[in-house]
């Protein structure tokens, strides 16, 4: 799977050393930092899903001493730009990046539950078939610990009810591909969640239309 051209919407910049950089993870990552750091217990051990880049987990162990952040990914040039991420960081808490397909029944080496303080996904759950958000919800019933979190950034439509700016953007998603869409997050995933033993914890309002979604492992 790490052959697959990469997922993404924008384009982003690459340096010398194999880092890229994304303009949207400029833009959020600050503002994710506040929610995290809200809901968050140190220490913390993450795994991120669909980690891209790289730079959210660089950026949040930088700010948040005892953090242990893990990447993973499903596509060749990201997962390479989060090995030179832990590497230019040289923080022995940024660790990976593991091959992971969120829609798999089974996550290889992240297979260690109750050993995961955290699960951690930003702007993935539109940007691929439904079977990826089926696919984390049930990782995270399967591999969080009891109180643990999955936490979700991103677009979301609330009860049939959408913001303009994401129902447009659904509909270029959409275009894209037929199997991708802005989510319903009480309609389209908390009735996954239910099922998989987590709970809604807290949805945080976010710049542009986005949210900041914390379910918590009953």
């Known amino acids: 799977m790490a052959n ?5 919407l924008e ?4 340096g010398g050393d194999g880092r890229r950089y994304s303009p949207s993870i400029a833009r959020n990552r600050e503002a ?15 795994l991120e899903i669909a980690s891209g880049t790289g ?22 040039p990201s997962l390479e730009s989060q090995r030179a991420w832990r590497e230019a960081s040289g923080s022995l808490r940024l660790n990976g990046p593991l091959e992971i397909n969120a829609a798999d029944a089974n996550w290889g080496e992240a297979e ?29 019933g399967r591999l969080l610990k009891a109180g643990g979190m ?6 979301f439509a609330r009860d049939s009810l959408i913001a303009p700016s994401n129902a447009a953007f659904d509909d270029s ?8 869409g802005v989510r319903d997050l009480d309609r389209d995933l908390v009735p996954l ?13 976010m710049p542009a239309n986005n949210l900041t979604v914390i379910f918590r492992k009953v």
Do not use: C
């Open 4 to 8: 697959k051209p990469p997922v993404t």
């Open 11 to 14: 384009e982003r910049g690459e």
């Open 32 to 46: 994710i930092r506040d929610a995290l750091k809200a809901h968050l217990t140190l220490p913390a051990r993450v």
């Open 55 to 76: 730079e959210h987990g660089a950026f949040f162990v930088d700010e948040m001493p005892g953090l242990d952040w893990t990447y993973s990914d499903i596509d060749g």
């Open 112 to 140: 260690q539950p109750e050993t995961w303080d955290v699960i951690f996904s930003a702007n993935m759950v539109h940007i691929a078939p439904f079977a990826a958000a089926t696919g984390l919800i049930a990782g995270a």
């Open 150 to 155: 999955l936490v979700l950034y991103g677009p």
């Open 173 to 180: 998603l959409k275009s894209r591909d037929a199997r991708w």
């Open 193 to 205: 969640v239910e099922k998989a033993g987590l709970r809604l914890d807290a949805v945080i309002q």
